[in-house]
Structures are given as C-alpha cells and as structure tokens.
C-alpha cells in the first residue's frame, strides 16, 4: 500500500570522474543491473508516494535508463549551483506544496542498500519524532567519507566533511553513510539557509544536520551493521569490489534455496538470474541477465549464458549462448555457440563445435558436431551428419531450410537455401543440396570416384609416398 506521507529522492546528477569513462558512473553495471537501477529498486519498493531522481551530468542518458526501468520515477534537474544540498532542495520542488511527509534520500552511487534497511531507518525516525534520521557506519578506512560528530554521552553532535576536517576528527572511523530521513518542513526551513562557503564550494546536504540541530531539533545516527550496505562506488576498483562481494551473496542465497554451485569463486550470477532446486552450477560459469535454469540441469564447466532458458535436467557444458532455449533433457556442448534465436527441443543435441543462429530444432533431433545451422528448421528426431552447412546467404539476402523430421543426412552436406528436405528422407556424404528432397527420398550427388593408377609414383617420385606405395607389393 502506498505511504503518502514519504517520498524518496535519489541523487543522480553527480559527474563521477575517478570512474574515467563515457558511461557515467552511475550507468555502470554491477551484477548485470546499473548502479542507478539498483537503488531505484530499492526506492520503489519502499511504496513511497512520490520517488524523485535529481539528474545533471549525462541527463539523457541516464533519464533513458531510468525510464526504461522505473517509468513512475519523477524526474527533477538540478541547476549550475552544485552540491548535494541543492540537489535535495531541487527535489523538493518536485513534491506537491502541501507534502509535509518524510523524505527519505538515497544516493544512485549506493547500490547495495535495501530496502529493508530503510524501513528499519523510517521506523526509527518515526519512533523517536526525529526531524532527521541517518545511517552511519564504521569502516576501517573512512578516507574521503564525512565523519560523525558524537558528544560526551554518544548524542549526535554533527558532521564534518573529510577536506573540512581537522587531523583529530580524521581518526574518526564512524562515516555518514549519505542515507537520510528528514521531515520535510524542517528540511525546507534549513535548505534556504545554506550556503556555499566550505573548501568544495558546494551546497552540502550535511549541513542541513547542522542547521535542524542549532534549531533544536532531534536527531539520530544509526550505525548499519552491515558495512557493505552502504559502500559507495566511485572508482573501478570500488566497482570490481562491490560486484565481487554482491556475487557471493547471490552465490549464498542461490546455494541455500537449493542449488549446487561447485566453485563461488569462479562463477558469477547476475541479479536477475532464476535457479530452480537441483541445478548444478560447474566451475568457470557466468550466467547474465533474464537467464533461467530448470530444475536438474547442469551448467558448465566454462559456460556463459545470457537471457537464455535450460529446461529440465539438460545439459550445457563448456559453451557460449546469447538468446537461446535449451529443452527439457537436451544436451549442449562441449564448444557449441548459440546465438540468439536457437531453439533446442526437448531431449536434443547441440554438440561439439556447432553454430546456431535463428534455428529451431526439435524433439530428439541431433546437431551432433562441426556444423553450422542457421535460418533453419529442424522437426522431430533427425540426425544432422557432421560437417554440415546451412548455407543461408546468398550474398544479398538470408534464405531458411526446412528439414522434416525422421531425417538422416550424411557428413560434409551442404543445403543451400532455400530448400525443403521431406520426412524421413536421406541424404549422401558429401552431398551439396541445392534443390528440395521429397518424403522417403535419398539426395546424393552422383560422381563416380575414378582411381588413377601410378599417379603417385609418375608425379611425386622419391616421395615418402612414392616409397611407401612401391613397398605394398599391391
């Protein structure tokens, strides 16, 4: 149910240069999901009544990504005047006059927090009749974070950004995680007496702290238990850091609802992924995107698959697949790259070194090796001879082949498209298939084998060959 006294705002207009890239920092991915589309999660899922993003630095392309995955989000730009202070005072213009909720702030570049933890945050405030309410946490190296200010008797005193600290409250090792709940009346009140004199030359949302506490205000700082919550990521190095550790909690979950996973240290699963019970995860595996595994399955070792589907008990070892369905008991690998359209039916074989591309085959049939299959259709239980090419270009334009099912083709085929091969017809070794084979049918390429006697001896003379040939006696 919707809260209509709470709103969130995400801070979002930060130009993240440590990251040193064209994609802003917030668009970088962390467990297949953008930094940003993590805490718009988050914020979302608090069933706020108003969810505001507060966007400057690459707008475009970061409002595009925000409307592809929380379309509600309201969007609010924050002017040339800089700081987190002024991003917050931009949102509140984003909220009806008359809201006098709790805001609850958010940062895009905080991508581990959820939403639990914010619940817990807004209960607290609420608990105490708290004009603002903050999570802190104790990190063992705090370089670069603001630190908590506490008097004698553990109260909040303030807090003191790192480039306006002294070398004594440096020491400090309790940081201001940048997760605020502030009552909006209070928040409006103190926001337009900011101002910009510190060494940043910024409007810091802190000092907003400052201001609720001259004026009495109650105030609380809540340690997070769990550090990891609040890591920011500013850097790449930050980025491998908090993808790793995300990996191995969607690891731990995963392996506690019921799935094997041989190697966490060499496997990555992205957010989105789905695990029934019983499937096995091999060592090397990276399984991307809206990816899904049916129960029993086994996946790698050295697999990568994305926004694929594995039916039941298949098999899909040592392989690349983008955009494919693997059917119930069908079996994949080893060295099969599925591209995306590929469709393997139910207790089918992709086997070793075979292309797919836009390819459906069915029930029982064999793709066993060395082959190439695209545009094509394959029915029931037919057996694809090794070395075979669907030759679906014709240098202009993509051409499909149509194989029946019951089918049985020789190696080293060629089936120029388009063709139609019937139902349960054959096809020789080494045929080229240029025109549609009928139901029951044997294509072949007629061209008799001729043997030369003596070629050897009269044209490659003193040749291991020419040696070999004349010691056979034959």
Not at 79 to 86: H, K, V, W, Y
Not at 181 to 187: E, N, Y
Not at 432 to 459: C, F, H, S, T
Request: proline letters at 5%; one cysteine or more; aromatic letters at 4%.
């Amino acid at each position: 149910m919707t809260n209509p006294q709470l709103a969130v705002v995400i801070l979002a207009a930060g130009q993240g240069t440590r990251m040193k890239s064209r994609t802003p920092k917030i668009l970088h991915e962390l467990a297949g999901i953008p930094l940003v589309v993590h805490v718009l999660q988050t914020a979302h899922a608090l069933d706020a009544a108003h969810v505001i993003a507060v966007v400057r630095h690459d707008r475009d392309a970061v409002v595009e990504v925000i409307a592809e995955h929380a379309p509600s989000t309201t969007i609010v730009d924050q002017d040339e005047i800089p700081g987190t202070g002024r991003a917050v005072e931009a949102a509140l213009g984003g909220l009806p006059d008359d809201f006098s909720g709790r805001l609850v702030v958010l940062s895009a570049d905080v991508p581990m927090l959820d939403a639990a933890t914010v619940r817990a945050l807004v209960a607290t405030h609420d608990e105490h009749a708290n004009e603002l309410t903050l999570l802190s946490a104790i990190f063992d190296d705090p370089t670069g974070a603001g630190r908590i200010l506490r008097a004698a008797d553990g109260s909040f005193e303030g807090i003191v950004e790192q480039k306006d600290a002294t070398d004594e409250q440096r020491a400090i090792t309790e940081i201001n995680a940048g997760v605020y709940v502030f009552d909006v009346p209070s928040l409006r009140r103190v926001l337009v007496t900011i101002g910009t004199q510190n060494a940043q030359h910024e409007k810091y949302l802190t000092d907003a702290a400052a201001g609720i506490k001259l004026a009495g205000g109650r105030i609380s700082a809540v340690p997070v238990s769990d550090p990891w919550l609040v890591q920011g990521v500013n850097d790449r190095v930050q980025l491998s850091q908090a993808a790793a550790e995300m990996n191995a909690r969607i690891i731990r979950a995963w392996q506690l609802a019921g799935v094997t996973v041989q190697d966490p240290a060499t496997t990555w699963i992205d957010g989105d992924v789905k695990l029934a019970e019983d499937v096995t995860i091999l060592p090397g595996t990276q399984l991307k995107g809206a990816t899904l595994v049916e129960r029993g399955a086994t996946v790698g070792p050295d697999t990568t698959l994305v926004d694929c589907e594995i039916g039941e008990n298949a098999v899909v070892k040592r392989s690349d697949a983008t955009l494919a369905v693997v059917g119930a008991g069908a079996s994949v690998g080893p060295f099969a790259f599925l591209r995306p359209g590929t469709y393997l039916g139910e207790d089918g074989k992709i086997g070793t070194f075979v292309e797919t591309k836009n390819v459906k085959i069915g029930r029982g049939s064999k793709l066993p090796h060395l082959s190439y299959a695209g545009d094509a259709e394959v029915g029931e239980h037919s057996n694809i001879g090794a070395g075979t090419i669907f030759a679906n270009y014709d240098g202009v334009a993509k051409h499909s082949s149509v194989v029946g099912s019951h089918v049985r083709t020789g190696s080293h085929n060629v089936f120029v498209a388009p063709i139609r091969i019937g139902d349960g017809a054959y096809t020789g070794a080494g045929t080229v298939v240029r025109k549609d084979v009928p139901p029951g049918a044997l294509a072949i390429n007629v061209a008799p084998q001729r043997n030369m006697a003596g070629w050897v001896e009269a044209n490659r003379p003193g040749t291991d060959a020419a040696r070999a040939a004349a010691e056979s006696g034959e």
